[in-house]
T-cell receptor, first 115, second 111 residues
Framework: AQSVAQPEDQVNVAEGNPLTVKCTYS??????LFWYVQYPNRGLQFLLK??????LVKGSYGFEAEFNKSQTSFHLKKPSALVSDSALYFC?????????????FGKGTKLSVKP | DAGVIQSPRHEVTEMGQEVTLRCKPI?????LFWYRQTMMRGLELLIY????????DSGMPEDRFSAKMPNASFSTLKIQPSEPRDSAVYFC?????????FGPGTRLLVL
């Protein structure tokens, strides 16, 4: 069965410092991996995805994520955090070639960036 | 493109009333999803369609919930009768074969 874990409910970072939001996954085959961001009272907004190819994926707003197959991880990173990055971040996974309806979301990690 | 459009954005109703949520997917997308988000349960997939045909409705909580997609540009999620435990944010999303794009959601409060 597929699963995704975001081990931290909340991450606190000072503005200008690097940030990491962690995600680990479990699928029986190769994964499709996604990161979404949700600002207060808004829908989920697509940030980036890994399908195949380069393990380092770059996305919107300066975010990037690294696919690590051996550690089954897909951590979200940004070199320098902004206060405006404060939001709820969701990791999602489904099996390569699997059903669209089998996209599994993590519980979310609240990122708080302080000035 | 305007993205996924949902209406209404907010709905307050009384227990027992019928509630209809509406969604217009991104043009050209052939998948449409309905999700529900609550603090307790997170994001739950209720039902999804492919080419206007329901593919999996196993996430629909009860017979009080129904969804339709009469054409490629419109879908509804109906709750009849509504109950206080249905209070949540309901999201519609659409996709081609890879990435799902979400609407802004409908915040439903059932009193």
């Amino acid at each position: 069965a597929q699963s995704v874990a975001q081990p931290e409910d909340q991450v606190n970072v000072a503005e200008g410092n690097p940030l990491t939001v962690k995600c680990t996954y479990s699928v029986s085959g190769n994964p499709y991996l996604f990161w979404y961001v949700q600002y207060p009272n808004r829908g989920l907004q697509f940030l980036l995805k890994y399908i195949t190819g380069d393990n380092l994926v770059k996305g919107s707003y300066g975010f990037e994520a690294e696919f690590n197959k051996s550690q089954t991880s897909f951590h979200l990173k940004k070199p320098s955090a902004l206060v405006s990055d404060s939001a709820l971040y969701f990791c999602a996974v489904r099996e390569y070639g699997g059903s669209q309806g089998n996209l599994i979301f993590g519980k979310g990690t609240k990122l708080s960036v302080k000035p | 493109d305007a993205g996924v459009i949902q209406s209404p954005r907010h709905e307050v109703t009384e227990m027992g009333q019928e509630v209809t949520l509406r969604c217009k997917p991104i043009s050209g997308h052939d998948y449409l999803f309905w999700y529900r988000q609550t603090m307790m349960r997170g994001l739950e997939l209720l039902i999804y369609f492919n080419n206007n045909v329901p593919i999996d409705d196993s996430g629909m909580p009860e017979d009080r919930f129904s969804a339709k997609m009469p054409n490629a540009s419109f879908s509804t999620l109906k709750i009849q009768p509504s109950e206080p435990r249905d209070s949540a944010v309901y999201f519609c999303a659409s996709s081609t074969w890879e990435t799902q794009y979400f609407g802004p959601g409908t915040r439903l409060l059932v009193l």
